[in-house]
């Protein structure tokens, strides 16, 4: 009975790529999408704060959070330590 049950999960997740892969490349093809027409022109503002700005903002917010959550964890492992 394990033998079966070894050769279903592994036809299961035969089946689960193939089908992953057949909806994945009908995504990649949207039609009436802008299609980019150069390098990005760091003239403008909004292109700045896009491109520059929220990306910072996104690295800094992980870094800090991530910080703060092995701080916990770390407080958490401390205090079962101690019971």
Not at 38 to 45: A, H, R
């Amino acid at each position: 009975m394990t033998r079966f049950k070894k050769y279903l999960n592994k036809l299961l997740g035969y089946l689960i790529l193939i089908l992953m892969i057949s909806f994945d490349s009908n995504a990649q093809n949207q039609p009436n999408i802008p299609k980019p027409s150069g390098p990005i022109d760091f003239s403008k503002t909004s292109n700045i704060v896009i491109f520059i700005i929220i990306p910072i903002i996104i690295i800094l917010a992980f870094l800090i959070f991530r910080k703060r959550i092995m701080k916990v964890k770390k407080e958490i492992k401390d205090r079962k330590e101690k019971q």
